[in-house]
């Protein structure tokens, strides 16, 4: 019997200690630095909207001058490889949104154009008038606003293989595109349509269908971003309030922060906060995420392993 009740107290103290010596270690809240900075011109009104992640490069699109722009980086983001800039005939002021990469490399990026506006003829001044300044009377004319859909074809090394366009009679903010048999879809906003998504497909040879709308919750309208993996499940979103699974961690008014959770137990894995915005991510097996982040500083990119 004292055999039997040592070889519990035995088994007892075994188990807390092993309790102990292996439980789980808090996952804590680790600053999310950027990787490499973005050069862009001098314009203040450049901007980068989007990021794609391939397995030679990381791409970067947005606006840069005034037109629609491509930049693409090593997998370090460090060097680039090259750029390029997107027009439109009889267009200006045109900005590349989304890209999207087929598997044989090709580019296909969606953006909008603001037409240009005609000219006004000013209103001649009939010579019985007496106008010995030579003053013209005022004139009007329209504002440019970005109505028309822009769909660029690029070659992986950064060539323009074609380009396509469909006047939408409104402004449009396109922020998807994909291709699926033969067939260039899409999606994004219309400034006519208050929560609002349309969705318009293009065949390789520039044949627009018909667009098509579809209504959203406004709260999906800044909507968490994520992406997910065979173990992981990445999310990137703004946040007031405590992080379950992340019991130390005290968050401030707006906090931009990426968890990592896991795939099968929704457990938190790891975490990242960072003072910049989360503009876009994306996910390549051998390189892990890649952030596009943005602040008053300019645009950066940062890569977690």
């Known amino acids: ?24 270690t808090p996952v804590k809240m680790t600053a999310l630095k950027p990787t490499a900075q973005i050069q862009l011109s001098s314009d203040p009104s450049d901007q980068i909207s989007s990021l794609l992640v391939s397995p030679t490069s990381i791409i970067v699109t947005g606006t840069s001058a005034g037109t629609g722009y491509m930049k693409a980086l090593d997998r370090t983001g460090q060097t680039q490889l090259w750029d390029l800039h997107l027009v439109s005939e009889n267009s200006t002021d045109s900005m590349a949104n989304a890209v999207y990469r087929e598997p044989s490399g090709t580019l296909w990026v969606a953006g909008a154009s603001a037409v240009v506006p005609a000219q006004s003829t000013p209103t001649p001044i009939p010579s019985t008038v007496l106008n010995p300044s030579g003053v013209m009377p005022e004139t009007t004319t ?9 769909i660029w074809k690029v070659s992986s090394r950064g060539l323009l293989l074609g380009s396509f ?41 520039g044949l627009f269908s018909a667009p098509k709308f579809s209504s959203i919750k406004t709260s999906a309208l800044n909507s968490t971003k994520e992406i997910k993996t065979t173990l992981s499940t990445w999310k990137s979103f703004v946040t007031s309030t405590p992080i379950k699974g992340l019991p130390t961690w005290k968050p401030k ?46 645009y950066a990119i940062s890569i977690v392993k």
Do not use: C
């Open 142 to 150: 329209a504002i440019a606003s970005l109505t028309e859909l822009d």
């Open 165 to 205: 366009k469909l006047s939408m009679g409104d402004v449009v903010f396109p922020d998807s595109i994909s291709v699926t048999g033969g067939k260039v879809t899409v999606g994004g906003g219309i400034a006519a349509r208050i929560q609002t998504r349309f969705s318009i497909s293009m065949d390789v040879s």
């Open 253 to 298: 008014a707006n906090s931009q922060v990426l968890v990592r959770y896991d795939a099968k137990t929704k457990a938190v894995k790891a975490a990242y906060l960072t003072s910049e915005e989360i503009l876009d991510l994306a996910w390549e097996k051998s390189l892990g995420i890649v952030l596009l982040l943005s602040s008053t500083s300019g």
């Open 1 to 24: 019997m004292k055999r039997v009740l040592v070889l519990i107290a035995h088994i007892a103290i075994f188990s807390t200690i092993s309790s102990t010596a292996f439980a789980a």
